[in-house]
């Protein structure tokens, strides 16, 4: 099965269909109550929700859409994350044609996959659902915003699509940045230091200039999920949603600024931020399950609400693992794997543990072939993306199973050694990051748990794993099969 879900709504019907969506009607607060029940439900596994006020006067409110790694698949449009992670492969494996020569021969068919690219990237169209009603006054009240923790700020915004622009370059990126609502029509950019929407602020506060800023609430879930994805910057996230989903995402000019937005959203807020204005923004309880300290961070104010004929208030809640947003970082460690070994082949395997938050903690199988290459590619790991935030870093074998964190342990403890097998430097740490004594800067450390050479410097024999021989192995088993008492008996001790 393949779906190119049009926008949030088909996607919610199909849920519902699935038996994977429950309406959720009555006197339910966007005040903590609604996120308490998402919270309790996306812990069990449980379904997407869709609260909806049985007066019809408040918008319906959707939570945990992406809550389930079977619910990401659909969104990306398969019936596996397998099927999604597969179709990153094809891509990385792309090569680029060497010449006029390689294209005219063509042995890889790279010519047609180029066109297959092409006949995906975004199209644009000039009607837009998106632009059904566009709203008399730019008060944000009629949104139901939820509040999701006693302590926070105030009502916010979790779940945004914010769009901004590189004004040298005019390219449009997208990511999920957290909006607190500051005023009736003012909203609290929190994108963080390292994140492209802060790099396009930067360049705008250079210039002087009004930056335009445009925010999508609800979206086809290609590219809701696009949005947040850590993909290789210069790849429009657009794009990469119509990869996923095989089918382009469709785009539409906004109506006060110079930026598209996706022609299928539920709601979109058009607007400005103005270089050098900020306003406090938390505390927020955040994906690390405490509250963020409150901090300034750049205002926009809302130039134009548009949205469609009946549009559906998507929104997600953050805390301490799991959440939905855990859940999202699951699905976007498998489906990245790709991507690090185009950049990284000798990394056969690896492993961003959910308790880890995705930028803590993270294990690497490589397949070792010289001195000290596992110190290689924790540097290397350490200049990636998103991944130069990883805090712990564990390189082990490529035969041990990087997710099996009792026999990562066992490495650890067994193979490396704390006088000469860490490495530990300081650089940029995450900005929700809490032990470091400077924001935005930190230690990390690079466990080797490989096992160790003499051309590394180890002087002793290294002692080989006791392991029983497969003749033994295979003698056993036949055993076992002739006597299906023991067996089981042997299987019900397990
Ligand atoms: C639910 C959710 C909320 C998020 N909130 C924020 C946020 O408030 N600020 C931020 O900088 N990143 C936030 N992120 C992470 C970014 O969306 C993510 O790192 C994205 O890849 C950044 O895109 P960029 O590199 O194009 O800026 C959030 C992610 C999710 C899933």
């Known amino acids: 099965m393949s779906s190119a879900w049009r926008n949030l709504g088909e996607f919610l019907r199909f849920l519902e269909d699935k038996g994977d969506l429950v309406r959720v009607s009555g006197p339910w607060n ?4 609604m996120g308490e029940l998402a919270l309790r439900t996306v812990r069990k596994g449980g379904p997407a929700l869709l609260f909806e006020d049985p007066s019809g006067k408040r918008m319906p409110v959707a939570l945990n859409v992406l809550g389930t790694e079977q619910r990401i698949a659909w969104a990306l449009g398969g019936e596996t994350l397998e099927d999604s992670r597969r179709k990153i492969e094809e891509l990385v494996q792309i090569k680029p044609p060497g010449g006029i020569g390689d294209l005219l021969s063509d042995p890889a068919g790279t010519w047609e996959k180029l066109q297959n690219l092409r006949a995906l990237a975004p199209k644009h169209v000039s009607k837009a659902p998106c632009q059904e ?24 915004i979790t779940f945004p699509l914010v769009l901004t622009k590189n004004p040298e370059t005019g390219a449009q990126n997208v990511g999920v940045y957290r909006l607190q609502k500051y005023g009736k029509d003012t909203l609290g950019m929190h994108w963080q230091v390292h994140r492209v929407g802060a790099e396009n602020y930067r360049r705008y506060v250079r210039r002087g200039e009004k930056m335009p800023v445009a925010v999508v609430l609800g979206a086809d879930p290609a590219t809701v999920f696009a949005s947040l994805a850590p993909v290789p910057e210069g790849v429009s996230k657009f794009a990469f949603a119509g990869l996923m989903r095989g089918k382009p995402v469709e785009m539409v000019r906004c109506q006060t600024v110079d930026l598209e937005v996706p022609a299928e959203a539920e709601i979109v807020l058009e607007g400005t931020v103005t270089p050098g204005e900020s306003h406090l923004e938390g505390p927020f309880g955040d994906h ?4 963020s300290l409150p901090e300034d961070f750049p205002v926009m104010h809302v130039s134009r609400i548009t949205h469609r004929a009946d549009p559906t208030y998507l929104s997600t809640v953050t805390g301490k693992p799991p959440t939905e947003d855990s859940v999202m970082g699951m699905a976007v460690s498998r489906l990245f794997l790709p991507v690090v070994r185009m950049l990284l082949p000798e990394i056969v395997d690896m492993a961003l543990p959910m308790e880890g938050l995705f930028i803590n903690v993270a294990v690497l199988a490589i397949r070792k072939g010289y001195p000290q290459h596992a110190r290689k590619v924790m540097h290397a790991i350490w200049g990636l993306g998103q991944m130069m935030f990883t805090r712990y870093l564990i390189v082990v074998d490529h035969d041990v199973d990087p997710h099996d964190m009792g026999e990562v342990l066992y490495r650890v403890g067994l193979q490396a050694d704390p006088l000469h097998d860490l490495t530990v430097v300081e650089g940029p740490v995450d900005q929700l990051s809490i032990s470091n004594r400077r924001e935005n800067v930190g230690g990390k450390i690079g466990i080797d748990a490989t096992k160790k050479w003499p051309e590394e410097g180890y002087p002793r024999a290294w002692p080989e794993e006791a392991k029983m021989d497969p003749t033994t192995l295979r003698r056993v088993d036949e ?3 002739q006597n299906p008492a023991l067996a089981q008996a042997l299987q019900k001790r397990r």
């Open 288 to 291: 690390t399950g405490y509250y």
């Open 133 to 156: 009603k566009v709203r008399e006054s730019n008060d944000l009240d009629f949104l139901p915003i939820l509040t999701t923790w006693p302590k926070d700020g105030g009502p916010t």
């Open 479 to 481: 055993l076992l099969s």
């Open 30 to 33: 966007p005040k903590f109550e």
